[in-house]
């Protein structure tokens, strides 16, 4: 069942705006009034629009799309809508229209974007660091003074997302399988594979083999969880971990070389597992990079962004961007 915390006496007629923050993973929700108080916030189930590929996975966005909006409506109907999803690409128009089905609101009061753009807003203005998000996937992002985002990596677990919970989550089960193909049972003598197999549901290659290939990529990517607790005490998890730390290090010096030196955030559920991936970051970064591991709330920010555009000042100002309104 989808979590949420509770206003005791919910005011459906207040000025409520709902934050969305939908990865691989989990799909974090927040309602917050015009005064940036949250009403409440919860999660359910990962949504992306990669899923709209195909029928079941139509299916399934709808499916969690209903249980969304079962979540949020006793806390009220928001007035407007700020979502960032990921996978999407910039023709939202029959999302945002799904998303004002669900909820009960018009589809002009829906705002979507990137999961990646509301989690910039969430650390940063315009123009003033790099985010390195980890994820299911990974990405660096820098928005520009004049709104314009520019990335590096986010080119999907298929390809790339290095240091991400699905790579992190692939690493360990390569590390395993090759290990076994080299001696047969010597997973039997590793944390890391002992966590993993239980996590997977089982040591034969078929219960590996319908792990990584019969599921989503957030189903797979949380298998990282896994990986990290036996990192203290296997040395190839840890390699992995510090591993996935030099991967979203990449990220940021790639976005460095072509815009200059500034601050990164580093930020994403991927990126608290273990304080060797943050620890191996900071060692791949020049010593003068300003490093920060930040918890933001990027449903919480985006959620103060859709109410503030309720009050009359704001939408007699509706040039303001995300950043700007959530700063």
């Not at 979590?3 to 927040?30: F, N, V």
């Not at 999907?156 to 193909?181: H, K, S």
């Not at 990529?217 to 298998?223: F, H, N």
């Not at 979203?248 to 010096?253: C, E, F, Q, V």
Request: contains cysteine; proline residues 5%.
């Amino acid at each position: 069942m989808p979590d949420s915390t509770h206003d005791p006496d919910p005011d459906p007629e207040r000025g409520l705006g709902l934050g969305i923050d939908a990865g691989g993973t989990q799909t974090r929700w927040a309602l917050a009034d015009v005064d940036g108080v949250v009403a409440a916030e919860g999660h359910v189930a990962g949504l992306s629009a990669l899923q709209l590929s195909n029928e079941g996975g139509r299916a399934q966005f709808r499916s969690e799309l209903a249980r969304l909006a079962a979540a949020v409506a006793p806390h009220g109907r928001p007035g407007r809508v700020r979502a960032g999803l990921t996978g999407f690409g910039g023709d939202g128009e029959s999302i945002s229209g799904a998303l004002a089905q669900a909820l009960g609101v018009a589809p002009d009061a829906v705002t979507l974007s990137s999961d990646i753009e509301i989690a910039y807003a969430a650390n940063f203005g315009p123009g003033q660091g790099y985010l390195v998000y980890a994820g299911t996937g990974s990405i660096g992002a820098f928005i520009d003074t004049a709104g314009t985002l520019h990335r590096a990596g986010g080119r999907g677990v298929a390809l790339d997302d290095g240091g991400g919970g699905y790579w992190i989550a692939r690493e360990a089960m390569r590390a395993i399988w090759r290990a076994e193909d080299e001696c047969p049972g010597r997973w039997r003598g590793s944390p890391m594979a002992h966590a993993v197999f239980a996590h997977v549901g089982g040591s034969d290659w078929a219960d590996s083999r319908r792990f990584m290939y019969a599921q989503e990529r957030g189903a797979v990517g949380r298998l990282a969880m896994a990986v990290a607790s036996a990192a203290d005490s296997d040395p190839a998890a840890a390699d992995i971990l510090r591993g996935a730390g030099v991967e979203l290090a990449r990220l940021a010096l790639a976005l460095a070389a072509r815009h200059g030196p500034r601050p990164v955030v580093l930020s994403g559920r991927a990126a608290a597992l273990h304080p060797m991936l943050f620890g191996a970051m900071r060692k791949a970064l020049p010593a003068s990079t300003e490093l920060v591991h930040s918890t933001a709330r990027a449903h919480v920010a985006a959620a103060r962004c859709a109410a503030r555009t309720l009050s009359p000042y704001v939408r007699q100002h509706e040039g303001n961007s995300m950043m700007e309104t959530a700063a």
